[in-house]
Every structure is written in C-alpha cells, then in structure tokens.
C-alpha cells in the first residue's frame, strides 16, 4: 500500500518568508511525528500528534514553528519568518499507535537562502 | 539525558566484504534498540531491532546484538552488495516513551 508522502520534496525559501510543508500519513496511522534532521545529523523530534490532538511540542525550536492535523490525518507544519538556521530536512512519520513501529516519508528538504 | 554514537563515515567497502559499524549508547532506562537504513532519495526505514539484553535483531542479512554490558549495539553483515550502499542510523527508545534518539548516521558506499 501506499507509505507517507510529504510535499514539496524541496523547498527554497528567502530568509523571513513563511512555508507550509505537508505530511499525508499512511491511512488509519493514528499517531503522526514531525523530525527536523540537520545535514550530517540523526532525526529530531519536533512534535506528535495522536489523532487531530497534539500531544506533545517539546521539541518545537521556537514560536515559529507551528504544526497542526485538523482532520486526525494530513499534518501540516508551518514556519514563519524562516531562518538561515531552519535549513534541514523535515521528516514526517506515521505508526498504528504511539508506541509502535513508525513509517517514515522522504522528507522536504528546506533551504533557506 | 539518552544519547547515541555511531562511528565516524564514510565507511568504503568493496563488495563481499565484511561491514561492521560500531553504535553504544547511554540510557537512563532500559530501552529498547533499533537501526535504521535510509536509501538515496527514501525516508528511513527500520532495518531492525531487538528490545532486551542479548537479544540478537536480524533482516536482509544484517545482524546485531543487544550488549547490556558494553552498551553496545554494532550492526554487521557478512557479505555487502552494492546495493546495500545507504546511511545507517543506530537509535534507541526507551519504555514509557514514543520518542526515539537518533545516532548521527554512517555512510556505507560498496563498490563493485
């Protein structure tokens, strides 16, 4: 079946614009995670949702990143006024439940000139 | 708090030969093991895991074991194909949480 999906795969953007990257989980994935990987660096979490609920941010670098899943399934996460340091590739992941195995998209690749 | 170190990268192989890439850990629980590998252009996929000491993970010929003494958690194969050409991440998860951390990843590039 299909995986996750993310778009765009790749993004430039002019320090303070804002972006809207999408994340399309796996169908019936309850909990959904959003990773920033830096280049050379693993995967870091930013945030989770189980169902439309966000129950955990504690990984949000800043006020400007915001992350919603209105609907329990497409997440968008979305930065304001980006930064040169907010280049990274964003990864979304899906699983069954929180505590099980998560499915990983290709990432968007951001950079911000 | 929980981390992961992975050796240093590129690891340059020709094929058939034996790969070893080193991970240990520091957990404050008990946690459960994993790597990942991620194809060029691909999301990470899980390779494998093993979730108590001296429990052994394996899949597609890829093996490692869990070593609670050394905390210690090497993947190995015995024979890479070019194919298998990807970085490697090492992690772990402990109990209670749905979080986990990830190494720095290892280049492995096989040559024909």
């Known amino acids: 079946g299909a995986g996750v999906s993310q778009s765009p795969r790749y993004k430039v953007a002019k320090r303070g614009q804002d972006v809207a990257l999408r994340c399309d989980p796996i169908?019936?994935?309850?909990?959904l995670f959003w990773y920033q990987q830096a280049l050379g660096q693993g995967p870091e979490f930013l945030t989770y949702?189980?169902?439309?609920?966000?129950?955990?941010k504690s990984g949000l670098p800043s006020d400007r990143f915001f992350a919603e899943r209105p609907e329990g399934s497409v997440s968008t996460l979305k930065i304001q006024r980006t930064q040169q340091e907010d280049s990274a590739v964003y990864l979304c992941?899906?699983?069954?439940?929180?505590?099980?195995?998560?499915?990983f998209g290709p990432g968007t690749r951001l950079t911000v000139t | 708090g929980d981390s992961v170190t992975q050796m240093e990268g590129p690891v340059t192989l020709s094929e058939e030969a034996f790969l070893t890439i080193n991970c240990t850990y520091t957990a404050t629980g008990y946690p459960s093991l994993f790597w990942y590998v991620q194809y060029p252009g691909e999301g990470l996929q899980l390779l494998l895991k093993a979730t108590k000491a001296d429990d052994k993970g394996s899949n597609k010929g890829f093996e490692a074991t869990y070593r609670k003494e050394t905390t210690s958690f090497h993947l190995e194969k015995g024979s890479v194909q070019v194919s298998d050409s990807a970085v490697y991440f090492c992690?772990?998860?402990?109990?209670?949480?749905?979080?986990?951390?990830f190494g720095r990843g290892t280049s492995l590039i096989v040559h024909p």
């Open positions: 169908s019936g994935h309850v909990s």
């Open positions: 949702f189980q169902n439309e609920a966000q129950l955990d």
């Open positions: 992941a899906s699983s069954l439940r929180d505590r099980r195995e998560q499915y």
């Open positions: 992690a772990l998860r402990e109990g209670g949480s749905y979080i986990p951390t």
